[in-house]
């Protein structure tokens, strides 16, 4: 019942940055947090931000001081601000909210962000 869109990704040269937007067609007050997922080509897919609906905030290692995740978690608006690219960013990254009472977790379709080496 809920679907989630991405835009924003593109290709960005090294050092440069890249704002990512995610949408949901339907509000759920049900909702317990938003994120952001990212998978490299061969690899896994791996946490990047987190949000909750409370405002805290979770990054991975790998992205701390780089990026910033914003967004109003009621209005299941969220935003990934990219600083600082590396090649090693390059991924599609997949926007996802948590409806933990309900126990669902929905996924948008992703979106391909590119940092050439």
């Known amino acids: 019942q809920v679907r989630l869109v991405e835009s924003g990704g593109g290709l960005v040269q090294p050092g440069g940055s890249l704002r990512l937007s995610c949408a949901a067609s339907?509000?759920?007050?049900?909702?317990?947090?938003m994120g952001w997922f990212r998978q490299a080509p061969g690899k896994e897919r791996d946490l990047v931000a987190t949000?909750?609906?409370?405002?805290?905030?979770k990054y991975a290692d790998s992205v701390k001081g780089r990026f910033t995740i914003s967004g109003d978690i009621v209005k299941h608006m969220s935003y990934l601000q990219m600083t600082s690219l590396e090649p090693e960013d390059t991924a599609v990254y997949y926007c996802?909210?948590?409806?933990?009472?309900?126990?669902?977790?929905?996924w948008g379709q992703g979106t391909l962000v590119t940092v050439p080496s």
């Open positions: 996802y909210a948590d409806y933990h009472v309900l126990h669902l977790e929905v």
């Open positions: 949000i909750s609906k409370g405002g805290i905030t």
């Open positions: 339907v509000n759920i007050p049900s909702i317990n947090a």
